[in-house]
């Protein structure tokens, strides 16, 4: 089985195409970040994502799933070209599953209006619909017999441009512990997948006006499951990090299109293993790193 996890594309969007109603509030000062240089870090994203689409056809890509941050403001016309950038990266073998990011759900109208249930209905059904608990969420997916997918989201909107937290629901993280004792996942390697990073690459926590407010509680539930990975976005950088407590392995995707910072991740999972490999832009391509280049190359045993 392979898996590539890739996050926060931020499709561009030109400033032009916002409707004068939707700049109130924190999308005006979004929209100032874009013009004075955040967007020019992201301006060949499309470009980008076909070559990612053009990586997983030659890489026998069995899944892919994505860690949100499809857009910059949350709007409609943003959502549509991410759709239409992404759409080559969803006909996977196993198909294409996502989490909305912070970007996403970047102010109230955007969950209001329900965009990304919307634009990306077709990759929220779920294989175990009883837990679905809080919208689509968590979500699942049994992959062949030995591989489970669980989404949840910790997208929010928040109203002060100085905010950009993320929180999973009490009840989302309470049904990851039934999860857990489902007979289903008995045998399964599971992949539990967010947008926000409960932990940075150092092992610590992030700001709480940055970062997942609950995080502990988020590592606690997924402490639950004996044979667990987390997959995170948010964060602009590829990394890995364990967890103290419990030895489980959380990768973030980092960006795959941020400019000098594009990255990605790469699990093949057989007879008992998961080896993750970290992608990477080499300017024409994406290519994965050598081990014996750098040593970005993780392997772990499935059962700890």
Avoid at 51 to 80: M, P, S, W
Avoid at 127 to 148: C, H, N, R, S
Avoid at 163 to 168: D, K, L, N, P, Y
Wanted: hydrophobic share 40%.
């Amino acid at each position: 089985m392979r898996i590539l996890h890739y996050s926060d594309p931020h499709i561009p969007t030109p400033l032009c195409r916002v409707p004068l109603t939707k700049w109130l509030g924190k999308r005006a000062i979004g929209g100032v970040n874009l013009f004075l240089g955040r967007s020019r870090l992201f301006v060949n994203a499309p470009e980008k994502l076909a070559a990612l689409a053009r990586f997983k056809n030659e890489n026998q890509i069995d899944l892919v799933v994505c860690t949100g941050d499809y857009t910059a403001l949350g709007l409609n016309h943003e959502y549509q070209e991410a759709v239409l950038s992404v759409k080559p990266l969803m006909d996977a073998l196993q198909g294409y599953i996502n989490v909305p990011g912070n970007h996403d759900y970047y102010v109230a109208d955007t969950l209001n209006e329900k965009r990304f249930y919307t634009y990306f209905a077709d990759t929220l059904s779920s294989d175990m619909p009883e837990y679905q608990v809080d919208g689509p969420w968590p979500l699942v997916k049994l992959i062949g017999d030995k591989v489970a997918v669980v989404a949840v989201n910790s997208a929010r909107p928040n109203s002060l441009p100085w905010v950009s937290s993320g929180r999973i629901s009490d009840i989302q993280l309470e049904t990851l512990a039934h999860l857990s004792n489902d007979v289903r996942f008995i045998n399964r390697f599971v992949l539990i997948m967010t947008h926000y990073a409960p932990l940075l690459a150092d092992g610590s926590f992030d700001s709480r006006l940055h970062g997942l407010t609950n995080a502990q509680h988020f590592l606690d539930s997924c402490a639950q499951f004996q044979q667990a990975i987390i997959l995170c976005g948010h964060v602009h950088k590829c990394y890995h990090t364990k967890v103290p407590e419990t030895g489980q392995t959380i990768f973030c995707a980092g960006s795959a299109t941020m400019q000098n910072k594009e990255g990605f991740w790469l699990f093949d999972i057989d007879h008992g293993r998961v080896r993750a490999t970290q992608g990477r832009w080499n300017g024409i391509e994406y290519r994965l790193v050598m081990k014996s280049t750098e040593n970005l190359t993780y392997d772990t045993d499935c059962h700890r």
